[in-house]
């Protein structure tokens, strides 16, 4: 009997970390609370963020996330960290913050190389 595998619906590649973009958008504004980023950059970003979570878990899926057991994991770890980079990438100025982004969220990883 196969077993039915879950699928990003960005890459297509199997869910293997399913974490819910509520989840793993928690990391995201943990990090950016804790840099000293313009009151306008830090509104961008949580607006960027929750149109992203709104558009990731516009269909309910068949998996559960891990931390929260929602039925929302659409995005693997790697969409879900390259989406965020691109949210950082407009939305703050201060290069030397996108590069912390970068190395702390080790974005070179997860670039998705088609």
Known sequence: MLKMTHLCTDCVQPITNPLCPSCSARGLIAWVRDRDLK???MKKVRKLLRKLIKD???????INCIACDSLQVNLCVYCFTNRTKNIIVKSVEDEKVVEKFKEDFNVDIWLLRY
Do not use: H, I, M, W
């Open 39 to 41: 009151k306008a950059e």
């Open 56 to 62: 990731a878990e516009e269909n309910p899926s068949a």
